[in-house]
């Protein structure tokens, strides 16, 4: 059982379908083979010749069971059809007996076969599916309790006082509501299993989906104080990073090579930006929106972004070299950062959700990630990023512009910006 659910994640629905299928067929093989030795021993070994139909019948539906399981055909409706071919068998085998001729009520001939009905309630449940023990173990009582109500009311008894039949009865009556307590637990079990992996599978596509864009450190503290990621305002430091000349290339490169750099140039930069406890808000094409600050925020957010755009200039020009010395296309990257209040969390947009930051923040941060085309710089920063880490003015030679013209925007920002070199150039 482990070792079919560490595996069921990698496979598809159809295959999830026939793997369960097969181990219930030699499951219901296995019940067989239980029965009959069930009935061939003790003192009641003679009643096997009773149950003989029915044993042949079952024998014949659970070969075609795992012939088609073996063989993956058959519609999804048979599961259905082989649970109620099981509450039939059942039913059939308690009480057979009472319809051979001459026979008188025995109630004892039923505990060979109880064993049976509970091993193949447990057959049932191993489906995991509730209505499936419902269906089973309903049949199974119904037809249990009406046909001791037509054996009571209508068999000939001959010579036996009709009132030594109701203890039978009322000890067949007990054990059908054991019966029945067992499949209501099972229902219970199966139910609650149910709740409990859909809530597992939502729990860790969650995780996933939230490991795209924090940090491990970050991710787990979500997941252990289940921090809030509603809507709210916040002081944040915004980074872009985008490719130049990615759309050009694009279209001349085969689709393969084009998956393969972005690949390369995504890892690059969401392994710096968790590495200085960034988020990696969104993959815009060839663009990458990170945010400093976000889902909270820490007094330090603006330098280590800094820091992190730094070091993602770095690493950037060694992969444009790598790849240069590969042979294959090597594109220059911008980067751009500011630092401003925005609104930041899960923004609700009916089928789709999405973990974002909005604000002029952004809108600055892009427009200075864009204006270092226009300035040949690999990193873009304002005014505002320098006063709030400045330290890193004088860790890098930072050439300062007075009055800066963004695009689409009213009024001039003062802004810093490294220059590509000649070796990041070439």
């Known amino acids: 059982m482990l070792g079919l659910a560490a595996n ?38 003679s009643s096997i010749l009773i149950h003989a139909n029915v044993i042949i019948g079952y024998g014949l539906a659970t070969l075609l069971a795992l012939g ?51 091993l193949l309630l447990t057959h049932v449940a191993l489906r995991l599916k509730p209505w499936f023990v419902l269906l089973f173990s309903g049949l199974v009582i119904v037809g249990w309790l009406s046909l001791l109500a037509v054996t009571v009311a209508e068999q000939p008894w001959g010579e036996t006082p009709r009132e030594h039949l109701w203890p039978a009865l009322l000890a067949e009556s007990a054990l059908a509501a054991a019966f029945g307590f067992s499949a209501f637990v099972c229902y219970l079990l199966t139910r609650d299993h149910n709740v409990l992996l859909k809530g597992a599978v939502t729990s860790e596509r969650r995780r996933q989906n939230l490991a795209r864009f924090f940090p491990p450190n970050v991710l787990a503290e979500l997941q252990t104080k289940g921090l809030s990621l509603n809507l709210s305002r916040r002081r944040a430091t915004i980074m872009f990073v985008d490719l130049r000349s990615f759309t050009a290339l694009s279209e001349t490169m085969p689709p393969e090579d084009v998956s393969e750099l972005l690949a390369e140039y995504r890892q690059l930069v969401t392994q710096a930006v968790f590495t200085y406890e960034g988020t990696v808000d969104k993959f815009i094409g060839d663009g990458v929106m990170a945010v400093f600050g976000q889902p909270h925020a820490a007094p330090d957010d603006t330098a280590r972004a800094l820091q992190c755009a730094l070091n993602l200039k770095s690493s950037l020009a060694r992969w444009k070299e790598a790849r240069r010395q590969s042979g294959k296309p090597a594109l220059d990257a911008g980067i751009g950062l500011h630092v401003g209040p925005v609104i930041g969390g899960v923004l609700q947009s009916g089928s789709h959700d999405e973990f974002t930051v909005i604000g002029d923040a952004v809108n600055i941060a892009e427009r200075l990630e864009r204006l270092s085309g226009t300035l040949g710089a690999t990193v873009v920063v304002s005014e505002a990023v320098m006063l709030e880490a400045p330290s890193s003015e004088t860790s890098a030679r930072w050439v300062w512009k007075e009055a800066a013209e963004l695009d689409g925007r009213i009024g001039r920002l003062r802004i810093a910006y490294l220059p590509r070199s000649a070796e990041e150039a070439a």
Request: without cysteine; hydrophobic residues 55%; aromatic residues 8%.
């Open 8 to 45: 069921e994640p990698d496979l598809t629905s159809e295959e999830r379908r026939w793997r369960r299928e097969k181990r219930s067929a030699w499951v219901r093989l296995v019940a067989l083979v239980i029965l009959v030795i069930n009935l061939m021993v003790g003192e009641h070994a």
């Open 68 to 118: 088609l399981a073996l063989a993956r055909r058959g519609p999804a409706w048979l599961a259905t059809l082989f649970v109620v071919i099981d509450a039939v068998l059942v039913v059939a085998l308690f009480h057979e007996h009472l319809f051979a001729p001459g026979r008188t009520f025995d109630h004892s001939l039923t505990a060979p076969t109880l064993a049976i009905g509970f």
